[in-house]
Structures are given as C-alpha cells and as structure tokens.
C-alpha cells in the first residue's frame, strides 16, 4: 500500500514539471518563423539617366593602311665626276630647285671656254667672209673676176655660218654639262636617304639621294575579300595616324581589280598631306559604307548582358523596367538600338548592371550633348 502510494506521488510530480513554462529563446524552436515586411523592405538603387536620342550612324569598315608616295624619285648624277660638296642630309625637307651637291666642274668649265673661244672665232671669219663676198659682188658687176670665184665665196660663207650654229650647240651642251655639276632638288619633299659623301668619285648614272614627294600622298588599305561586296570607289575614308587624334577625310580612288594571294584586295586613297605624314608610316582607316538615317542611340554602358540577352533598363516612376533589345553599330561610347525602344525614352545609365525587373531606383539625370559626351 505505501509502495503504491509513492509512485502515484512521483507521476504527479513529473507531469507539473512538463506543464513548466520554456525560456524565451526556446518557445519557437520548430515553428516557422514570420518576419514583417518592414524588416526587408528594398533599399532604392541609386543611379543616373539619360534619355536614348536619334542621329544618324555611320556605317564602318575599319582597316590599317600604310602611306606610300607615289612621287619616290631617286637623283643620279647625270655626268661623272669627284663629288665636292654635300649640302643635305636624310631626312632633310627640301624644295624643287634647291642645291643639293656640288661636283668638281673644272673641266666643265674648261669645256664651256673652249666652246664659246670656237663660236667667237667663227663668227669673226664669217665676218671676214661676208665683206669679201660683198666686194666679190661688186667686181663681178665690173668684169674684174670671174663668177666662179663669187660662187667659192659664197660657199665658203654658208659652211662657217652652219660651222658657228655646231660650234654654238656644243657650247649649249659644254654649259649644260657645267650646270649638271650642281645637284638639284627635281621636286619639292624630303630626303629619304644620302647615298653619297664629299670626295666620292661617281660615274654617270650613280644615285645621289633618295626623296620622297610631301605633298601627294597615297595611303594603301588591304582588306579581306569577304568586304570587297560594300566597298566602292568615292567612298569617303576617315584616316589618322595610331599616335594623333586628328582626322584627315578622303575618297576612296582606286580598288585592285583581283584578289591576291593573301586573300586580300587593296583600296587606295590620295590625299594632300596634312603637314607630317611621312611615307612608310601606318594609318588608321575608317571606311564609310552606308549611313543608318534617323538611328536610336544610348549610351554604351546603359545596355546590360543578361541570360535572356540584351537589355536597357527604362525608368518609370522610380522603378526600373527591363526592355530587350537588339543593338548595331557601336561610336564612340553611343550604341545603336534597332529595335525595342523608341528615342527620348528615360533610361538607367550609371549604375544599370545592378539592377532587374522592378526595383526601386533613386536617379539623377544627366544631359548629354549631341555626340554623346555628357553636359
């Protein structure tokens, strides 16, 4: 009996001790927990936004050139001769006419004596033999000699006068001889390279110098075949150098009729040169092939690679709304859109590659000029 009565005892005890209350901490533990909107409530993203404008694009097939100089002239001595002087060096601009070199002219000089001592003496018998013929004419009117002798006279005159304009041709040659001497400039350039040094003896023919035109330039541009369809003659060309900004416009002059061996075709530009191109030097080309009139543009980082494809994020009371759409041509930090959103539409720029569908935005507008640069 008193067995019985300890153990209904110890069973009450244990049942209040399970009807105790639990710690705070522990009373939900197992249950799911229910968290207030307010706690999680969306920070807005802050961004800036521009509006997409409309301007026409151009079309560009770009290409490097090389400058070749369709005047490259190489100066040989037209006489030989010891060389006495040089009075310019590679890389020397100069003008048509200019001196260049001096050669040893003594016996130029002497040659054009020699000429001009013959030229004086035969004229002076051809003097002679006029008045004689003179008086020959006015004996024979009187008997006193005989015709044959006007006939000699005259003769003898005939073969000094063709004698003196021989002599005068060797004198032109003597002087023209004596005046190759002086090395001249045929055109207005630069040096491209001396090939000869005072003391230097050269035979006839030998090259001097080697100039290059600088002012006609022809820029050479290969392209690959799979062009040659959208590149035509007159088309206009944007050319600079890789270390200068500034832009030279052209037309394209001529095509290679054939495809070469490379698998390439070249298109040929001639322009006047700006001031300090030099031939040989590469260039950046930038062929006009078409015009996109009337193209819807935004700024390059306003459109964002997502899994779906491209998108921009159109701004519209504070949220965020994500347009696909399908880009074109690239210029200068502007990318065509040519299709999915219309021009003067207010979109995400800064900051658009953090955000999605539907998300608060806190912007400022930024205004651009009309090549795109901001204002």
Known sequence: MKHGSLLWLLILLLSACDKEELPADKQNVGKPVVQTSDKFETKAVKITTVKSQQRDIEIIERGLGRIVDPIAVTIGAEIPGKVVQVLVDAGEAVTQGQLLALLDDKDEKSAVANAQSAVHRLLSQQQTQK?????????????????????????????????????????????????????????????????????DYIGLGK??????????????????????????????????????????SAKISDLTPMVGADNAFEVRVKLQNPGHWRPGGSVMAAIITGVHRHAVVVPERSVVLRPTGRVVYRIEHGVARAVHVVVGEQREGMVELRSGLAAAVELAEEGAAYLSDGVKVDSSKREMNSDGSGI
């Open 131 to 199: 008045k004689l013929l003179d008086r020959y004419r006015t004996l024979i009117e009187k008997h006193f000699i005989s015709p044959t002798l006007l006939e000699q006279a005259e003769a003898q005159l005939d073969v000094l006068s063709q004698s003196r304009l021989a002599a005068l041709s060797r004198l032109n040659q003597a002087k023209h001889n004596l005046n190759r001497t002086r090395v001249k400039a045929p055109i207005t350039g630069r040096i491209d390279k001396r090939l000869v040094a005072a003391g």
């Open 207 to 248: 090259a001097l110098f080697r100039m290059a035109s600088s002012a006609e330039l022809t820029v050479s541009i290969r392209l690959p075949e799979t062009r040659a369809t959208r590149i035509h003659r007159g088309q206009v060309v944007h050319l600079r150098l890789p270390s200068d900004n500034q832009q030279v």
